[in-house]
């Protein structure tokens, strides 16, 4: 801390400030409370990006409850949310970025980022066979609902595709 305070002496002396024998202490202390918060912001969003990393191996409802706490962590705080639901489409986990897109919506900020994401994200055209892969992963990992679901809607737009068809319980 001495070498941070005479460092910051010498930057006044420099500029043709004198500061008294404690002041690089005082400007020192109060430029760490000025950053404080973006640092804990920051801390926040680095906690809730592990956690995403550490929820993409699990399913069902420990995934879910997980995934409440991570949008926890980042409420309110623009920057954040952008950053969980950049990292949730990486991985897979679109209930997620949902919600990640809607909280950043409420904001209000980061209009830009919202724009972007939701462009980015959007439901892109895929074949049916690929949305029997992603409907048969959902399965896989326990999520049911939101496999029934996007069985329905991959039904509406190919309603007799055969690998489709085999997904529907009971036509197996």
């Known amino acids: 801390m001495r070498y941070v305070t005479e460092m910051l002496d010498t930057l006044f002396q420099l500029i043709g400030v004198q500061l008294p024998p404690w002041g690089g202490t005082v400007f020192l202390l109060c ?8 640092f804990y912001r920051n801390s926040l969003t680095k906690k809730a990006r592990k956690r995403l990393q550490a929820l993409s191996a699990q399913g ?18 623009p920057f954040g949310l952008v950053v969980v639901v950049e990292e949730a489409s990486k991985r897979g986990m679109h209930r997620l970025v949902e919600q990640g897109l809607e909280a950043l919506d409420r904001t209000g900020r980061h209009r830009d980022q919202f724009h972007r994401l939701s462009r980015e ?3 892109k055209p895929t074949t049916a066979a690929a949305q029997a892969i992603a409907i048969e992963r ?35």
């Not at 430029?31 to 973006?38: A, C, Q, R, S």
């Open 121 to 123: 994200l959007g439901e």
């Open 138 to 172: 959902l399965r896989e990992t326990g999520l049911h609902v939101q496999a029934k679901l996007r069985l329905n809607k991959a039904l509406l737009r190919f309603p007799d595709h055969p690998e489709l068809l085999a997904l529907i319980p009971g036509e197996e």
């Open 31 to 38: 430029v760490l409370v000025l950053l404080g918060p973006f």
């Open 60 to 77: 069902g409802q420990a995934r879910l409850d997980g995934e409440a706490e991570v949008l926890e962590l980042v409420r309110g705080h």
